[in-house]
């Protein structure tokens, strides 16, 4: 095995596949969120997004069509236009309580990692069609964050979280 294919092994291994479970309004700040989950475990990633980029994603989850192409459907477009194809997209870190993520494209057998916000790499990747992951590091922060002291109803949202069912995920259930 080259040192090139370790290192990459070792970064697959790194992330967890997720799905987007739904899509909900948080009760106390009326903000979106989008619930991501572990394919493997009950694990549960809610990320808070704006109410835009919700409206992105929404749009795609129920595969709305639109009169023009909306942001995404152009980054898509263009990407295309540029033989670039999507393969996939990492929620990467979690630095004081705001999300990132990369966007992991390849164009003329080149890697190009793409700086973005989990938000429109959800987008992106659901116009695409390919693979949402995690990273352990984000879900394990994550799950700190939110048992941590400053937050004692953190477990207790983690396990609502983990408990939905579908009717209570709304009308953008996946």
């Not at 190009?112 to 916000?117: C, M, P």
């Not at 116009?127 to 994550?142: F, G, H, I, T």
Request: with cysteine; aromatic share 6%; proline share 5%.
């Amino acid at each position: 095995m080259t040192i090139a294919s370790e290192q990459k092994e070792r970064a697959a291994s790194a992330e967890v596949e997720m799905q987007i479970r739904g899509m909900m309004i948080d009760p106390l700040t009326k903000m979106p969120i989008v619930v991501l989950k572990d394919v493997a475990s009950d694990t549960v990633l809610p990320i808070w997004v704006g109410i835009f980029e919700a409206n992105a994603i929404a749009l795609e989850l129920e595969k709305t069509a639109t009169p023009r192409p909306m942001t995404h459907d152009l980054m898509r477009n263009m990407a295309r236009g540029l033989n670039a194809v999507v393969r996939k997209v990492v929620v990467s870190e979690l630095r004081e309580d705001t999300f990132y993520a990369v966007v992991w494209m390849e164009q003329d057998g080149e890697t190009v990692a793409l700086d973005a916000r989990p938000s429109d790499a959800i987008a992106l990747a659901l116009r695409w069609d390919c693979p949402v992951y995690a990273s352990r590091a984000v879900l394990e922060n994550a799950k700190q964050v939110a048992e941590g002291p400053q937050n004692a109803n953190g477990e207790e949202m983690r396990r609502w979280l983990e408990n939905l069912n579908d009717d209570d995920m709304g009308r953008y259930k996946m």
